[in-house]
């Protein structure tokens, strides 16, 4: 099993910068794909992005390439988020999660959840 803890959100401007972490508990946390998911207010859970056990391959959605960078420091048990560019369509709860597949980005797949941390982006 693993535990996640996310940290390191807030109120930014748009156009600002955040980076988001997420401490994992455990020895096996390099057998994990991890990624990171959002959640705005009356919406549904979307994936943002995720990175594979190694940290040699990263996946986006859409809307955030070009911006978001996802890395891992396995060595740290960490998983982080770097956001640039931010807009205020940003603003959600970030939470990070860590699944057994090789690849997926449905979060049923992902078995493991941090709390969140909350991101606004302000116009």
């Known amino acids: 099993q693993v535990q996640l803890v996310e940290s390191g959100g807030g109120l930014v401007q748009a156009g600002g910068s955040l980076r988001l972490s997420c401490a994992a508990s455990g020895r096996t946390f390099s057998t994990y794909l991890m990624g990171w998911f959002r959640q705005a207010p009356g919406k549904e859970r979307e994936f943002v992005a995720a990175i594979s056990r190694s940290g040699g391959s990263t996946y986006y959605t859409d809307s955030v390439k070009g911006r978001f960078t996802i890395s891992r420091d396995n060595a740290k048990n960490t998983v982080y988020l770097e956001m640039n560019s931010l807009k205020p369509e940003d603003t959600a709860v970030y939470y990070c999660?860590?699944?057994?597949?090789?690849?997926?980005?449905?979060?049923?797949?992902?078995?493991?959840w941090g709390q969140g941390t909350q991101v606004t982006g302000s116009s």
């Open positions: 999660a860590a699944s057994v597949i090789f690849y997926t980005t449905r979060p049923g797949e992902y078995g493991y």
